[in-house]
């Protein structure tokens, strides 16, 4: 108690003195016969003694502005607070605010009384703060981003004055923001080719046996392309490494323009491409693969000198259905598709049914 008052008192000593000093003499009377057994004669001392003692306790405390010290610390504490505070009526008009608040808000003081707390939060009062007395919620102002922790200053009473406290989190915020992103971009990463951005070959690989388990169990029909670029080591060597990723490029943008939405494609390695095509009988398959085939041959490619690039693919098909045997092993019977073309004159599609 005395380290508190000395802590409200460091302009004067006479005030921790007083307060000391005034009970004693108040109870003199009672001490001298306590100690003596005897009560002093003639006339009651008690009286006396009380009035000197508050003559003392006014002279130290009300002289010396003891008791004015308090609303000092009030307003230096409230004041002085990092975050910032603001006190609101529970219909959310502005009752009170720190400095801090005040910047917050934008606003003076004198200005309190004119706005409500509605004009910056959208969503106002804050769920379950009445029933249980305190919420929290994020909120942005100014367009910096704060934690707002709600208190309701008499639990029991929804008309009750309610304590809002901003906490800063837009640094936070902003480095989970970058870390989403950074995680989103290496999972993208993870999933695609870097040159095409078809998907590369170990999702290929995934789907692919996600779509045999669906039809080994439910039927249907499921096809696999696969296709490489006819002559692509003379393209590289002819014209550059750079051209040919041009050419890689532009052969997975064709690709992507020529499958339909469910299908997946994906660059499987060096020249080599592969299409996944689900609900897609055999007829379907070689129909698309046909169009696909027509659509890298009639596709211009140039070098960054400018000089046209003749480009054709090879591709090879595989269809399977339900019933089929070797509804695991699609993956293998398109590649022998794919070299059978090859073998056949290139710039062509062969097909097969399991």
């Known amino acids: ?158 008309k009750a004055d309610i304590m809002l406290v901003f906490r800063d989190v837009t640094v936070r915020r902003e480095s989970e923001r970058r870390l989403r992103k950074m995680q989103k971009e290496l999972e993208r990463l993870a999933h695609t080719d870097s040159l095409t951005g078809l998907y590369n070959r170990r999702i290929f690989m995934q789907r692919l046996e996600e779509e045999v388990e669906r039809v080994s169990r439910h039927g249907s029909a499921l096809s696999v392309l696969i296709f490489d670029l006819d002559f692509f080591k003379a393209i590289n060597y002819t014209y550059g490494h750079d051209t040919g990723d041009i050419v890689l490029v532009a052969v997975g943008r064709v690709s992507t323009e020529v499958k339909r939405l469910s299908d997946v494609a994906a660059r499987i390695g060096g020249e080599e491409f592969a299409l996944l095509l689900p609900e897609t009988d055999q007829q379907g398959a070689v129909q698309l693969a046909q169009r696909l085939r027509a659509a890298i041959e009639k596709n211009v490619y140039l070098s960054p000198s400018g000089a046209p690039v003749k480009v054709n693919s090879s591709i090879g098909v595989a269809t399977a259905t339900k019933g089929a045997k070797e509804v695991d092993k699609l993956f293998s019977p398109a590649d022998k598709q794919l070299y059978r073309a090859k073998h056949n004159g290139r710039n062509r599609v062969c097909s097969t049914m399991l």
């Open 1 to 158: 108690m005395l380290a508190f008052v000395f802590s409200l008192s460091q302009t004067s000593w006479r005030p921790i003195v007083s307060i000391i000093v005034a009970p004693t003499i108040a109870n003199i009377p009672t001490i001298y016969a306590l100690a003596t057994d005897i009560s002093p004669a003639g006339f009651v001392l008690h009286p006396l003694a009380l009035a000197i003692g508050a003559w003392v306790l006014h002279r130290g405390v009300m002289r010396y502005g003891l008791l004015d010290n308090i609303p000092v610390v009030r307003d230096r504490v409230f004041n002085e607070l990092s975050d910032p505070l603001v006190v609101v009526n529970h219909r959310g008009l502005l009752i009170d605010a720190n400095l801090t608040g005040l910047k917050m808000l934008g606003m003076d003081r004198s200005d309190l009384s004119t706005r409500t707390i509605a004009q910056f939060l959208t969503s106002w009062p804050p769920e379950d703060l009445y029933r249980v007395g305190s919420a929290a919620e994020e909120a942005t102002i100014g367009g910096q981003i704060y934690d707002i922790a709600f208190s309701s200053l008499d639990p029991l009473s929804e």
